[in-house]
């Protein structure tokens, strides 16, 4: 039994897990066990940034774009080290492999206890005191609390949640 599992890791769930290490370190609390389920393809990238072109700008200067409210700087900072500040908007592709270098940071530093499925959830049902989550490759998944970190997805992918009829 997992106690989060998060569904979607591309920024937004990057950054959720940044926040999350950054709570447990400060609050000095338990490890907790999370599961992440987003496809190989855009793990820890996401669509927006991962699957981006190199002409492709971030919308935003980079002090704007925080991972963690205790690193607001983060992006911009790794982009002085590694010596890629050209413009005040950078190319998508280099907040992909910040996000990227980030996740691989957080997860070796073994603050959480994390454990990748490399697929797509199918379903998720609420049963009693957990959630059950099926994915792509019919492994299922027992969680506390699940994030959704889906990005931009439009309203279609949802037609169960759709308020139009």
């Given at each position: 039994?997992?106690?989060?599992?998060?569904?979607?890791?591309?920024?937004t769930g990057v950054s959720l897990i940044k926040q999350i290490q950054d709570e447990i370190y400060s609050l000095n609390l338990d490890k907790p066990k999370i599961a992440i389920m987003n496809p190989l393809n855009s793990f820890a990238t996401g669509h927006a940034f991962g699957d981006a072109d190199s002409i492709h700008k971030v919308n935003t200067i980079p002090n704007l774009l925080p991972v963690s409210s205790y690193e607001p700087d983060s992006f911009y900072h790794?982009?002085?080290?590694?010596?890629i500040i050209t413009d005040n908007y950078p190319a998508?592709?280099?907040?992909?492999?910040?996000?990227?270098?980030?996740?691989?940071?957080?997860?070796?530093?073994d603050t959480l206890h994390?454990?990748?499925?490399?697929?797509?959830?199918?379903?998720?049902?609420?049963?009693?005191?957990k959630f059950?989550?099926?994915?792509s490759n019919h492994q299922i998944i027992h969680s506390k609390t699940v994030v959704m970190c889906l990005g931009a997805k439009s309203s279609d992918n949802f037609p169960q949640f759709s308020t139009q009829r």
């Open positions: 039994m997992y106690d989060i599992a998060i569904v979607g890791f591309g920024a790794w982009l002085k080290k590694n010596k998508r592709l280099q907040f992909s492999r910040f996000l990227s270098q980030l996740y691989h940071q957080i997860n070796s530093a994390i454990t990748e499925f490399h697929s797509s959830a199918t379903s998720i049902a609420k049963a009693k005191d059950v989550i099926e994915d």
